[in-house]
């Protein structure tokens, strides 16, 4: 089911400068979510500009084709994405090895203009397209006993240099708590500006979270999985104290080694500001799911 969520910017208010001469600007908070009322504060309402394409796809991390902000962008042209599959497993009714076409096949996709906060303290405003995971979920069948999802990442040795040099422990690993990954903000991207994924950015297909912080969001999927425990993810079992599993947008809890309460924006310029960082990114739709957590400890 498309739409549960309503987005009401268009692809003119996600333009590079200069490309329509009256466009609008798009407006972090109540504009940039396409709801009205959600962020709540003087500070969601602050003018944002969207991110052009070039900054989008020249500044990334993917640390399979390289540790620098460049890397992939240089890199990532040798990910192979022909035939490309997605295993589903787990505690699902209808598990199997899917073409991306026929994993896809009769959903709609949908433009989503989502903030971008990443846990290094920068940040940018992407048009993404996708589908929402919950309609893949859906058609899984996820049985009563499942509570996580866990999702892979592809490992090509020969087309990646980070994954021969052992930058990581690879496969990449991610996850999420069930009602995070069926909430209608959660997508699979499959684009971006209107365009396929680009290689750097993820493609062919990659989660969008967008109240977490961006190294939730893991690229270029190979399996999704419905687990019962809690999955391990990459970056939380590096280092626990510097990454937890959660990885909620939240200015009120430090990085052990920078503060989180403000963020550069990509693009801004070497002697722009930097802006107050907003708890869930601005999304405080999705506060509910936390509930009675303690969000220090559950970081």
């Known amino acids: 089911m498309a739409h549960r969520w309503m987005n009401d910017l268009t692809r003119a208010d996600a333009t590079p400068r200069g490309m329509f001469l009256n466009r609008r600007q798009i407006m972090a908070g109540a504009g940039a979510l396409g709801l009205s009322g959600l962020a709540g504060g003087a500070g969601a309402q602050a003018a944002l500009e969207p991110n ?11 640390y399979e084709f390289g540790t620098g902000k460049t890397d992939p962008a240089k890199n990532a042209a040798a990910l192979d994405t022909s035939d490309w599959t997605v295993t589903v497993d787990g505690l699902v009714d209808n598990p199997g090895t899917f073409p991306l076409s026929e ?5 709609t996709v ?3 203009i989502y903030r971008l906060r990443c846990v290094e303290a920068w940040s940018m405003v992407v048009p993404w397209q996708g589908i929402e995971l919950k309609d893949i979920l ?26 021969r040099r052992g930058v990581l422990d690879f496969p990449y690993v991610e996850g999420l708590r069930l009602d995070e990954a069926m ?24 989660l969008v979270v967008p109240w977490k912080y961006g190294f939730k969001s893991i690229k270029s999927i190979t ?16 280092a626990p104290s510097e990454y937890g599993f959660y990885a909620n947008v939240n200015p009120t809890v430090d990085h052990p080694r920078w503060s989180q ?12 500001a930097r802006q107050d960082t907003l708890m869930y990114n ?16 559950q970081f």
């Not at 601005?282 to 400890?297: F, I, N, P, R, S």
């Open 103 to 107: 994993l896809l096949a009769g959903l």
């Open 261 to 272: 309460s403000s963020e550069r924006r990509i693009g801004g310029g070497l002697f722009s």
């Open 223 to 238: 399996r999704i999985s419905l687990v019962e425990d809690e999955p391990p993810t990459t970056w939380n079992r590096l």
């Open 52 to 62: 052009s394409f070039e900054e989008i796809t020249s500044y990334n991390n993917y």
């Open 138 to 163: 859906d058609r899984a069948g996820v049985q009563s006993n499942a509570r996580y999802v866990a999702f892979e990442t592809a490992v090509q040795p020969d087309n990646m240099p980070g994954v």
């Open 110 to 112: 949908e433009e989503r």
């Open 282 to 297: 601005g999304y405080d739709e999705v506060a509910a799911l936390y509930d009675g957590m303690d969000l220090k400890a």
């Open 183 to 206: 909430h209608p903000l959660t997508i699979l991207a499959t684009g971006l500006y209107d365009k396929p994924m680009p290689n750097q950015n993820g493609a062919p297909i990659r």
